[in-house]
């Protein structure tokens, strides 16, 4: 399974959702008919989407079977994915044989071996996306990283690490 965002929350009075999507574009997950809705630790459920649109920076969903307020804040929290099954094959010998999805959760080095903290999502600036590096051991303190080609040196998707020219004092 592949995580494309989460839920926000409950969107209005009759059952619609608030979810931050994880994709590249706001409108990524609107081309999925069925999402799987769970914690990430195996616990994924099918769900059949009723409706999606996009509304600003997040999306918003109607799920079948949820149909209030009550019934939807109860989705709150949990993991939006996607099997990866379903989604385009990324090319392996091109820039970018990875989704976002799979940089969550990397240990994050500099060049130095300095360890940096663990990726804990991404942003979308404009100008240049931007990793969210979360560090447990600085008291939870987040780092923001460039996610450009001039600062991210290797990402290694087997050892869950990525190797960055980025120095602890940035």
């Not at 804040?73 to 989604?87: D, E, F, I, T």
């Not at 940096?116 to 999502?121: N, P």
């Amino acid at each position: 399974m592949v995580v494309m965002g989460h839920v926000v929350g409950p969107f209005g009075v009759s059952g619609w959702i608030k979810i931050f999507p994880y994709t590249e574009n706001v409108d990524g997950l609107l081309g999925y008919p069925v999402w799987w809705l769970g914690t990430g630790s195996g616990d994924w459920r099918r769900h059949r989407v009723a409706a999606s649109e996009v509304h600003g920076s997040i999306v918003v969903a109607l799920l079948e079977q949820y149909d209030d307020r009550t019934a939807a804040m109860r989705l709150k929290g949990l993991q939006v994915g996607v099997p990866r099954s379903q989604l385009p094959v990324l090319p392996e010998n091109g820039e970018y044989g990875y989704y976002w999805s799979d940089l969550i959760g990397l240990e994050v080095v500099n060049l130095l071996g300095e360890e940096l903290g663990v990726v804990a999502g991404l942003l979308e600036t404009g100008a240049n996306d931007v990793l969210q590096v979360q560090n447990s051991k600085e008291g939870g303190s987040e780092r923001l990283v460039p996610f450009i080609s001039e600062i991210i040196v290797k990402v290694d998707l087997k050892a869950r690490r990525m190797t960055v020219d980025w120095g602890m004092d940035y």
